[in-house]
Each structure stands twice: as C-alpha cells, then as structure tokens.
Nanobody
Framework: QKQLVESGGGLVQPGESLRLSCTVS????????IAWFRQAPGKEREWVSRISSPDDSTEYADSVRGRFTISRDIAEYTVYLQMDSLKPEDTATYFC?????????????????WGQGTQVTVSP
C-alpha cells in the first residue's frame, strides 16, 4: 500500500496556478510532518515547503515564499500545495514526503516516506 500519492501536475504558462495534492494514509496524517520537494533535471532535490503535525505550522523556501501555500485537510487525508504566479524556474518533478515532526527539516534524508512524484512544467 502506497503511503503517499501525488497528483495535480501539468503544463501551465508563466503566471498561472496549479494545485498539487498529496493523499496520505491515516497513520501518516496523524503522526508525520509533510513536505514538498522538487527536482529539476540535472539538479539536486530541493525542499519547497513543510507543514507540521499537529500544529499545522508551515515553512517555505525563499524561492517560493509568497507564491506557494501549503495546507492540509485532515478529514480527506490530503496535503495541498497551491502554486500561484508560476515561473519557468518552477519546472520540476514535485514530490511529497513524510517525516517525524521533531526530526524532519529541509534535508531529504530526514524524511521516511516518499511519493512517486508529479511533473510540473511552466512554459510559454
């Protein structure tokens, strides 16, 4: 059983919006912080945002702060990443990941579970 499943990627023009979804198991939703990472071809995986549990505190990378919003719907077992004012440099495969709240941060190795990724392409 897959613990995290992403959806919502696609091809958009600069300035447009997309909302990514990460559906998780109940166990993950109850006990883990969820983060979004992205990876462009030839580049390292980059931390984007994180929402903690149970307090829903949020954090953002400087590159997306003010444009992206992370949130979660506990009843739907889903974490969202609302991406507005998209830029070509946002093009990447986006992954959601789950890590223990006191251990997880911005480094990929601090996360225990990963989704399969969803592609986001921003191009005129």
């Amino acid at each position: 059983q897959k613990q995290l499943v992403e959806s919502g990627g696609g091809l958009v023009q600069p300035g447009e919006s997309l909302r990514l979804s990460c559906t998780v198991s109940r166990f993950i939703m109850d006990y883990y912080a969820i983060a979004w990472f992205r990876q462009a071809p030839g580049k390292e995986r980059e931390w984007v945002s994180r929402i903690s549990s149970p307090d829903d505190s949020t954090e953002y990378a400087d590159s997306v702060r003010g444009r992206f919003t992370i949130s979660r719907d506990i009843a739907e077992y889903t974490v969202y990443l609302q991406m507005d004012s998209l830029k070509p440099e946002d093009t990447a495969t986006y992954f959601c990941a789950a890590g223990l709240p006191l251990r997880s941060g911005s480094r990929p190795e601090t996360y225990d579970y990963w989704g399969q990724g969803t592609q986001v392409t921003v191009s005129p």
